[in-house]
C-alpha cells in the first residue's frame, strides 16, 4: 500500500489527495521504505525515486507538487503558478519557513511530510480552493488549523461551511505522552483566547488526559475542535484515527523510532 484517502474527498473526481505510508519505496535501513524527506539522513537519490513512485500512482508530475521547509510554526503560505515544483526535487527550494500553504491554482498539488504530526487537508468545492497544514503540537498551540481557514476566507472568499477537511494518521492520543508544561501551555493558551477559539480549552473537550502523572495529548481533537469552532460542520470533518506509533509497520514514527523516514500528507486540484 502506498498511499490511502480520506473517504469523504474521494466523490471529487478532480481532487487529488492522499496520505502515503512507509510502503512501496527504494529506501533502507530506519528510512524503508518510502521514505519522502530529504532531511532526514536518506540517501536524496533514493528519495527523488520514492517521490516519483508516489507521483506515479498518484497520476502526477513530481514538478507539480510544492513542499515548504517546516518549523513548527504557523505561517501560511498562498502558493501560486510561480512556485510550481517548489521543494519537489530537493529541500533547498522549498518555500521558507512555512508549515501551511494555500491554493486555488489548478495542477499545484501541496504536500507537508510528518512522521507523528498530524497533516490537516482543506478543500472548497464552490470556490475550487485547496490548503494543508502541518500540525503537531507548536502549530497547533498556535491555532494552525483555525488560520487556514481564516486565510481561506480571506484569500479565496471561501464559506467555511462549504470547507471539507481531513485529519491525517498521526500519533495518537494513546501514545503521545507530553511533559506538564506543554500541557500548561495548552491550557494556558485556551483561557487567553476564548473569544477566537475553544479548541484549546482542552480540559472541556478531553484533549489532554492525565495517567498516573503524565499527560498525553490529543491531536486529532485539538485540530477537529480547531476547525467545528472556525465554522466547518462536524459532518464535514473526517479524521483518520490511525496512530503512526502504534501502526509503525505503516507510518514512521519519531516518537517510536528517532530515526526514521516521513510521510507525505498532499492535495491538489487537477485541471
Known sequence: ??????????????????????????????????????RAGD????????????????EVPLDCFVFAKQVHGSDI???????????????????????????????????VLVADCAGVVFFDPRKNASGIAHAGWRPALAGISRKVVLKMQEVFKSDPKDIIC??????????????????????????ALPEATQALQLHKNSSIEEKDGKYYLDLWEI????????????ENIEVARLCSSCQNGLFFSARKESKTGRYAVVIGIKK
Request: charged share 25%.
Open 1 to 38: 500500500m502506498v498511499y490511502m484517502k480520506f473517504t469523504i474527498l474521494e466523490k471529487y473526481k478532480n481532487l487529488v489527495q492522499a496520505v502515503s505510508t512507509r510502503m512501496g519505496g527504494m529506501s533502507e535501513g530506519p528510512f524503508s521504505t518510502l521514505n519522502l524527506s530529504f
Open 77 to 111: 503560505a498562498v502558493v501560486e503558478k510561480g512556485d510550481w515544483g517548489k521543494g519537489s526535487e530537493d529541500y533547498e527550494s522549498g518555500i521558507d519557513g512555512t508549515d501551511a500553504m494555500v491554493t486555488n491554482a489548478p495542477d499545484i498539488f501541496l504536500a
Open 43 to 58: 540517501d536524496p537519490d533514493k528519495v527523488l525515486l520514492n517521490r516519483e513512485i508516489l507521483c506515479n500512482r498518484l
Open 166 to 191: 481531513g485529519i491525517s494518521p498521526s500519533i495518537g492520543p494513546c501514545c503521545y505522552e507530553v511533559g506538564k508544561d506543554v500541557a500548561d501551555a495548552f491550557v494556558a493558551a485556551g483561557l
Open 223 to 234: 485540530n477537529r475542535r480547531q476547525l467545528v469552532d472556525s465554522g466547518i460542520k462536524e
